[in-house]
T-cell receptor, first 113, second 114 residues
Framework: DGGITQSPKYLFRKEGQNVTLSCEQN?????MYWYRQDPGQGLRLIYY???????QKGDIAEGYSVSREKKESFPLTVTSAQKNPTAFYLC????????????FGQGTRLTVV | AQSVAQPEDQVNVAEGNPLTVKCTYS??????LFWYVQYPNRGLQFLLK????DNLVKGSYGFEAEFNKSQTSFHLKKPSALVSDSALYFC????????????WGAGTKLIIKP
């Protein structure tokens, strides 16, 4: 069953703690993305990766970090430097750039308590 | 600067009536345009895309969209709305074949009333 899997679905974090969100895909896609979604706003790009061992900052990368050691995995770490981390986080993948659509995971809702 | 506008935060339509969700864009090159739908607490699902060719593209669940280059618009349409179409709809644009980044609209909440 092909797809993109995010875990966990819900995550609670205490202020000052780092937390890592998992994203795995078995679609053999080269490109992977992390987005943040806040109420009433569109998706904002945090990081993206075009290929293994390479990634680029998106529009709101401050306070986040990623790695791309394997083609199928693109974990996102929300660090204590992120001032307002409570949000819905979406991971996506696509074959390549240009005319290909992105496929999304089901999202992780992170709440800082 | 590249941008996507969805001018309506919410659209209300009676079941069985036609629906339109509006999207306009601003990019400097040739646009690749996409529509996605999001149900509550879920990820986004791809509906349709315009790359080139016929300005009217058909997608999933009976949706279609019309690309209008002169008006820089890509409105989403459906001839007869269903209650199950109620969701959040996003328009997105990518500038050109080598660009990885998608620029997203803020989303339009579609409410279909029985």
């Amino acid at each position: 069953d092909g797809g993109i899997t995010q875990s966990p679905k819900y995550l609670f974090r205490k202020e000052g703690q780092n937390v890592t969100l998992s994203c795995e895909q078995n679609l053999n896609h080269d490109a992977m993305y992390w987005y943040r979604q806040d109420p009433g706003q569109g998706l904002r790009l945090i990081y993206y990766s075009q290929i293994v061992n390479d990634f680029q900052k998106g529009d709101i990368a401050e306070g986040y970090s990623v790695s791309r050691e394997k083609k199928e995995s693109f974990p996102l770490t929300v660090t204590s430097a992120q001032k307002n981390p409570t949000a819905f986080y979406l991971c996506a993948s696509s074959i390549a750039a240009g005319n290909t659509e992105a496929f999304f995971g089901q999202g992780t809702r992170l709440t800082v308590v | 600067a590249q941008s996507v506008a969805q001018p309506e935060d919410q659209v209300n339509v009676a079941e069985g009536n036609p629906l339109t969700v509006k999207c306009t864009y601003s990019v400097s090159g040739n646009p690749y345009l996409f529509w996605y739908v999001q149900y509550p607490n879920r990820g986004l699902q791809f509906l349709l895309k315009y790359i080139t060719g016929d300005n009217l593209v058909k997608g999933s669940y009976g949706f279609e969209a019309e690309f209008n280059k002169s008006q820089t618009s890509f409105h989403l349409k459906k001839p007869s709305a269903l209650v199950s179409d109620s969701a959040l709809y996003f328009c997105a644009v990518r500038e050109g074949p080598s660009n990885y980044q998608l620029i997203w609209g803020a989303g339009t909440k579609l409410i279909i009333k029985p």
